[in-house]
């Protein structure tokens, strides 16, 4: 039937009704429009271009008691709220405050489906983003999350993950991540981590922390989140099992750890975490997990410089892993284990030696310094690191008998002005005179 419709005109015929006074008479053009344009992507557009996203919000606002009128206008917003031009029209409405006011008043699961699935679309528009945030969603949001909490039923799961999911995507953006810390979402989302590390929900713990890894991007936001606790509190869930939530969890802790030192150092002196990141390090099934917990590993000691997390690492037996680190095919993690190693050994040379040895750390460097496929950066800091090492009898004296001297020699007319000038102070130190 609804092509006749369509060709017969009948849609253009029915929009006007739309700014009826008469409820009767609303709810049944806009079920017609509703039928008759659903799948449509061409009459959708029309729709939007004719002004029909007005009318909708209009009828949100004027009628927003009417449980009838307000199931139709929401279903013809979840059809429209995908195409850009309708994303566009509605960012100049009072959309968001009408969406959080109906949220705030959904009983039924059907009606928070519906105004989550339309919600979730207009978070992908930055000011609607942006408005949903000033109209206190996040707010509406915890409340939900909190009441839902105690609930395993299949439903209410799908509400904490379609809440959780919506948060994600509202924290796309420095200024939303600092607001929704303000507003006191961190302990909500990690009441609910909590909650669900023992139920096992995985879909909700891994939107919960990709939330709080977003949360952990501006600096501002570190510092809260450190004084609140939420480095120890995320450490609860080391006794997942799960992959996906390992992956996110030591993302996290990166995150909060990146420039901090109060951070690096509460995480580099706990025995149990580095024991689990050691371990984590080994893993070969999954990369994600394996690149994750190395790269946190060499933030701690990038981040700490101290003796005591040095030791700490030592100790853990996860300096071989930062050694192996510098063999990644990935130029970001080889620089940042070099980084980190130099820090290491400037910081306490002795405590590392056997294991530098143990690790073959001399060897490895010398095939990144003749490898043509190293990156200048990764040659540089490599030799930044040989100078460190020189400073110990038994690694000078590898680093001789490995002939490290000629490869050095051929990069001083290497042609990155970096790697010349490094490779020239490098040898300087090697022959025992001081470095310019």
């Known amino acids: 039937m609804k092509k ?11 929009i006007p009704l739309l700014e009826s006074t008469d409820q009767e008479m609303l709810l049944h053009a806009g079920r017609a429009i509703g039928r008759i344009c659903y799948d449509n992507r061409d009459l959708q557009e029309e729709l939007v271009k004719v002004g029909v996203i007005s009318s909708l919000v209009r009828i949100l606002t004027d ?7 307000v199931h139709v206008d929401l279903l013809a917003l979840c059809n429209l709220a995908d195409l850009d031009t309708a994303k566009e029209a509605l960012s100049k409405t009072k959309v968001a405050e009408q969406l959080v006011k109906q949220l705030r008043r959904a009983e039924n699961h059907e009606r928070l489906e519906i105004i989550f699935e339309v919600l979730q679309a207009l978070a992908e528009n930055d000011a609607l983003k942006v408005q949903l945030v000033e109209a206190g969603v996040q707010e509406v949001l915890s409340d939900i999350l909190l009441r839902l909490q105690g609930n395993s039923q299949a439903e209410d799961t799908c509400i904490v993950k379609a809440a959780s999911d919506l948060i994600v995507s509202l924290l796309l953006g420095d200024g939303n ?54 480095a120890e ?32 150092e509460i995480l580099g002196q706990d025995p149990m975490l580095l024991n689990r990141l050691v371990q984590w390090c080994d893993v070969k099934d999954h990369a994600g997990v394996h ?65 530098f040895k143990e690790s073959q750390l001399v060897q490895s460097l010398h095939r990144l310094l003749q490898d043509d496929n190293t990156t200048p950066e990764v040659k540089y800091n490599s030799m930044t690191l040989l100078c460190s090492l020189l400073n110990s009898g038994d690694l000078r ?10 490869t050095l020699e051929q990069l001083c007319s290497h042609s990155n002005a970096n790697v010349v000038k490094e490779a020239a102070a490098t040898l300087q130190v090697l022959k025992g005179e001081p470095p310019h």
Do not use: W
């Not at 006749?4 to 029915?14: F, G, K, N, Q, Y």
């Not at 501002?220 to 606790?229: A, C, D, F, R, T």
């Not at 917990?293 to 037996?317: D, F, P, T, Y």
């Not at 970001?332 to 040379?349: C, P, T, V, Y």
């Open 4 to 14: 006749p419709c369509i060709e017969a005109d009948l849609v253009v015929t029915l």
């Open 177 to 230: 991540c600092i607001r929704m810390v303000q507003v006191g979402i961190i302990h909500q989302l990690l009441d609910l981590l909590e909650k669900h590390v023992e139920s096992g929900d995985v879909s909700v713990q891994h939107a919960a922390l990709s939330a709080l890894r977003n949360l952990a991007i501006p600096v501002v936001n570190k510092v809260q989140m450190l004084e609140e606790g939420v």
């Open 233 to 264: 509190r995320i450490q609860v869930l080391l006794r997942s099992e799960m992959p996906p939530v390992q992956f996110k969890l030591l993302g996290t802790l990166r995150m909060l750890a990146d420039g901090q030192a109060d951070a690096a």
């Open 63 to 69: 009628y927003a008691e009417s449980e009838p009128l």
């Open 291 to 355: 690149g994750e917990a190395n790269r946190l590993l060499a933030s701690i000691v990038r981040h700490n410089r101290s003796q005591e997390v040095v030791k700490a690492v030592q100790e853990a037996q996860g300096v071989k892993h930062l050694v192996s680190m510098t063999t990644s095919e990935h130029a970001a993690l080889q620089n940042e284990a070099l980084n980190a190693l130099a820090i290491a050994s400037a910081i306490d040379l002795d405590i590392l030696e056997a294991s």
């Open 397 to 406: 004296q590898e680093i001789e008998e490995d002939k490290i001297k000629e």
